[in-house]
């Protein structure tokens, strides 16, 4: 199985700051990278797949990148409606795998 | 619009079987895998499988081989994971989650599980 960690597990920030959470794929995995927020009681909503591209309707204060076994999802200017839990997954093979997880807390 | 939407909470007894249900509308049902995903109390994700709405073919996570098993009804568009023999590590939310090339478009709502003598 691939596994993906994600670091920092959890980090504090303040609002309009620049965030960058990191996930790394235990083998290659191409592109197929997907980021998802998650907010307390709530289902994951899915931002970006394939690294680099957004879902319809996801604002553009957030991007990804990186390919084969490191990517990054960064937002750029942090909003009161950011602070969630994201979590990375690989869909290159199966098992699909999940990152831990990064909690982003208002500091 | 795209809506998925699960089934209520279910409390069970221990050895017991669960069946969550994930009503699909605003898209062809068959035209999409339907994916199932789990969270533990306090936990992260864990992928169980998917279906494949339009000829009924699985492909489930070997952890879960055995004792998981994803259906579909097509003509209310609907997709099912049931789930046997529970044990209390199987308290958790599951999710259903449309997928399209692989990533996830969109989830369900997500439907609590608790196993619980």
């Known amino acids: 199985d691939i596994q993906m960690t994600q670091s920092p597990s959890s980090l504090s920030a303040s609002v309009g700051d620049r965030v960058t959470i990191t996930c790394r794929a235990s083998?290659?995995?191409?592109?197929?990278l997907a980021w998802f927020q998650q907010k307390p009681g709530k289902a994951p909503k899915s931002l970006i797949y394939a690294a680099s591209s957004l879902q319809s309707g996801v604002p553009s204060k957030f991007s990804g990148s990186g390919s084969g076994t490191d990517f990054t999802l960064t937002i750029s200017s942090l909003q009161p409606e950011d602070f969630a839990t994201y979590y990375c997954q690989q869909y290159n093979s199966y098992p699909l795998t999940f990152g831990g997880g990064t909690q982003v807390e208002i500091k | 619009q795209v809506q998925l939407v699960q089934s209520g909470a279910e409390v069970k007894k221990p050895g017991a079987s669960v069946k969550v249900s994930c009503k699909a509308s605003g898209y062809t049902f068959t035209g999409y895998y339907m994916h199932w995903v789990r969270q533990a109390p306090g936990q992260g994700l864990e992928w169980m499988g998917w279906?494949?709405?339009?000829?009924?073919?699985?492909n489930y996570a070997q952890k879960f081989q055995g004792w998981v098993t994803m259906t579909r009804d097509t003509s209310i568009s609907t997709a099912y994971m049931e789930l046997s023999r529970l044990t209390s590590d199987d308290t958790a939310v599951y999710y259903c989650a449309r997928a399209y090339s692989g990533y996830y478009v969109d989830w369900g709502q997500g439907t609590l599980v608790t196993v619980s003598s």
């Open positions: 083998q290659g995995i191409s592109n197929y």
């Open positions: 279906i494949n709405p339009n000829s009924g073919g699985t």
